[in-house]
């Protein structure tokens, strides 16, 4: 049986059905935190730093 690590919210022995995590319930509050702007993935733009006219991939 493969180990798997800690359990991403609670600390708990994460389980190989909802890896990385032990079970729905914790899934479901990483789900939550994602889409309630909970976590964030920093950038080095600003707010106001985008442009669509001057995108030049958007063609």
Known sequence: ???FGKCAICGKQ???QFNPFCSKRCAQVD???WLGEGYRIETPERPGDFNPENDEEMG
């Open 31 to 33: 789900l939550g935190r």
């Open 1 to 3: 049986m493969p180990q």
């Open 14 to 16: 994460a389980t190989e």
